[in-house]
């Protein structure tokens, strides 16, 4: 039992170590950063696929269309709806001279996921300078699409913005809320510390000839998702990646509202970073594996009642105030500062959450989008 013991605090003052790591050479990054914009007035185009989203590209893309730039045009990629959404997009068209449309029948073989609606939409984008992001969500201002351009220069080509979820009601909510959080300040953590590793579809500019140059998603047409990963790792250089996290910036989706929505949204991006490059592997991966240990090792402790457990809640105390620091500055930067108060409990609840996640997986991977 004494060498059982032994061994958990290893793991317990390792694991806080690790989260140290990240802390110091990650985190405190994005709460330092400072934003820096350019002038910017070149001619875009904004990219949305759509599929059975009808209800939704009635009330959002009016939205999109009237913001607040001198030049740029909306191309929707209806991707097989069978839905209304060819009518809305008809009404829309005569009424709004800065909308295109393109019509998916029927996908070629084997063209799975939204990659192939993508390539078509910046096909018949006319513009160089490329925003994308979903037809389910919405600018949270008319200013969204200059803020984000505003980040573009010679050297910066690629953009990195924040997608939040509506504020509701319920555990799944904040859940889900609390898990974008957390991933919005990995990703713009690891940006700003020239290690990108991805940005979000419904959030994300950058220039076309990036595309063309790299043969889009060729390399990972047959997976249903990578679009805003596994596209990025390929493109993103130390130099040329800047972050944008302006409130007027974001966009808002509704989240998920059951469980199994979820859960099978979760998966299919756990299945696609199976494919990212072996440092990102590690770095994402050692992570959440440090949650674990931290919060296995310190439970098992506890519950053993060993002589040195002032120590071991001394350092749970510290690393509960740390994490309160940190995310208090982080969330106040991202509008999110409702989830502070639950933080501990939210992030207990999602590493178990994951940690299932990552079994499912093991026995059958979502292919759909």
């Known amino acids: ?58 009330i959002f893309l009016p939205k999109i269309l009237e913001q607040n730039y001198n030049n740029f045009e909306v191309v929707l990629v209806d991707d097989q709806s069978k839905d209304n959404t060819e009518y809305v997009l008809k009404e829309l068209t005569q009424k709004y001279a800065n909308l295109k449309t393109v019509k998916i029948e ?5 063209r799975i996921g939204k990659k192939f609606a993508l390539t078509l939409g910046i096909k018949a984008a006319k513009h160089e300078y490329l925003l994308l992001t979903d037809a389910d969500c919405y600018p949270s201002s008319s200013n969204w699409l200059s803020e984000m351009a505003s980040n573009f220069s010679n050297e910066k080509q690629i953009i990195l913005g924040f997608g939040a979820y509506k504020k ?62 596994l596209f990025i ?9 800047a972050i944008e996290i302006n409130e ?81 500055k982080s969330m106040k930067k991202l509008k999110s500062s409702s989830l502070l108060l639950w933080f501990p409990l939210l992030e207990f609840l999602l590493v178990l959450v994951q940690g299932f996640f990552v079994l499912l997986n093991s026995n059958k991977k979502p292919v759909d989008w």
């Open 106 to 110: 029927q996908h070629v073989k084997h």
């Open 168 to 229: 509701e009601k319920g555990l799944l909510n904040a859940l889900i809320r609390f898990d974008t959080f957390n991933i919005a300040l990995q990703y713009l953590s690891f940006a700003l510390a020239r290690k990108t590793y991805m940005g979000i579809g419904r959030n994300m500019a950058y220039k076309k000839s990036i595309f063309f140059d790299n043969k889009g998603f060729a390399s990972h047409i047959f997976l249903p998702s990578g679009d805003d990963d």
């Open 248 to 328: 007027d910036s974001y966009t808002i989706s509704k989240a998920k509202k059951s469980w199994k929505e979820w859960a099978f949204q979760k998966r299919r991006h756990i299945t696609t970073s199976e494919k990212y490059v072996f440092k990102f592997k590690i770095l994402l991966g050692l992570w959440p594996f440090s949650q674990f240990l931290f919060f296995f090792s310190f439970l098992s402790l506890v519950f053993l009642k060993i002589n040195s457990i002032l120590l071991v809640l001394s350092l749970f105390v510290f690393r509960t105030l740390l994490f309160y620091i940190l995310y208090y």
């Open 233 to 241: 790792q390929e493109v993103a250089t130390k130099q040329n990646v």
């Open 1 to 58: 039992m004494e060498l059982f013991i032994q061994i958990l605090l290893i793991v317990f003052f390792f694991s806080i170590a690790i989260q140290l790591f990240y802390v110091l050479f990650f985190f405190i990054r994005f709460v330092l950063f400072k934003v820096e914009k350019t002038t910017f007035s070149e001619p875009i185009s904004v990219i949305v696929c759509a599929r059975n989203e009808a209800e939704n590209i009635t």
